[in-house]
């Protein structure tokens, strides 16, 4: 049963311009989504996070946009930059329980 | 210490053998969890601990694995006759406190297992 779906294994954009990471939910009772960025030998970081009742959350270069009646969830990352390849991770939760993780994308930042 | 620390970084096995994966949380950090990642895969969720009690064992694939937790720090993840399909990198991470809404976890780099 994979609740969090992120559907495209890879992504490849050139720096400067716009990452859109995108990522697919089953489960309508998770109340909060998260996502984490890993590099190569490195466990993963928090980087930043929405809760369902709201629509839109921003972070310097990083937005995450929530559609709940589409149950879909999309990271924006602008501008890219070469920093930001690395392989991220988004997460849903539901109150009091853990975070179910998505397979990952791997985002390729090209100079 | 200052992050997760998780040993040993690299582990390499035969089939059948037990192994034991070892993680030190974050200081004061009462929560802990195990997640594997295989080879194309997310992050699985294995075991939750709070404190020294694991309330959420629900993703340990079978009664091959077990874990435990002492004095509320460190945690021992042990696979018992391990198998190929058990290759993978194993993730500990901690939390401050109990499970709630819009938990951050802290994660340690892993121990990359592979079983011959």
């Known amino acids: 049963d994979q609740q969090v779906k992120q559907n495209s294994p890879s992504l490849s954009v050139q720096e400067g311009r716009i990452s859109i990471l995108n990522c697919d939910y089953t489960?309508?009772?998770?109340?909060?989504f998260l996502w984490y960025k890993k590099y190569p030998a490195e466990g993963p970081t928090f980087l930043i996070s929405i809760s369902s009742i709201k629509d839109k959350n921003e972070d310097g270069r990083f937005t995450v946009f929530l559609n709940k009646s589409a149950k879909h969830l999309s990271l924006h990352i602008v501008p890219s930059q070469p920093g930001d390849s690395a392989v991220y991770f988004c997460?849903?939760?539901?109150?009091?329980?853990?975070?179910?993780f998505g397979e990952g994308t791997q985002l390729t930042v090209n100079p | 210490g200052a992050g997760v620390s998780q040993s040993p970084s690299n582990k390499v096995t035969e089939k059948g053998k037990d192994v034991e994966l070892r993680c030190d949380p974050i200081s004061g950090h009462t929560a802990l969890y195990w997640y594997r990642q295989s080879l194309g895969q997310g992050l699985e969720f294995l075991i939750y601990?709070?404190?020294?009690?694991?309330?959420?064992k629900s993703g340990l694939p079978s009664d091959r694995f077990s874990a435990e937790r002492t004095g509320g720090s460190v945690s021992t993840l042990t696979i018992q006759r391990t198998q190929q399909e058990d290759s993978a990198v194993y993730l500990c991470?901690?939390?401050?406190?109990?499970?709630?809404?819009?938990?951050?976890?802290?994660f340690g780099s892993g121990t990359q297992l592979s079983v011959l």
């Open positions: 601990f709070q404190g020294n009690s694991a309330p959420d």
């Open positions: 489960n309508s009772m998770f109340d909060y």
């Open positions: 997460a849903g939760q539901t109150s009091g329980s853990r975070l179910t």
């Open positions: 991470a901690s939390a401050p406190g109990p499970k709630a809404t819009n938990e951050k976890l802290f």
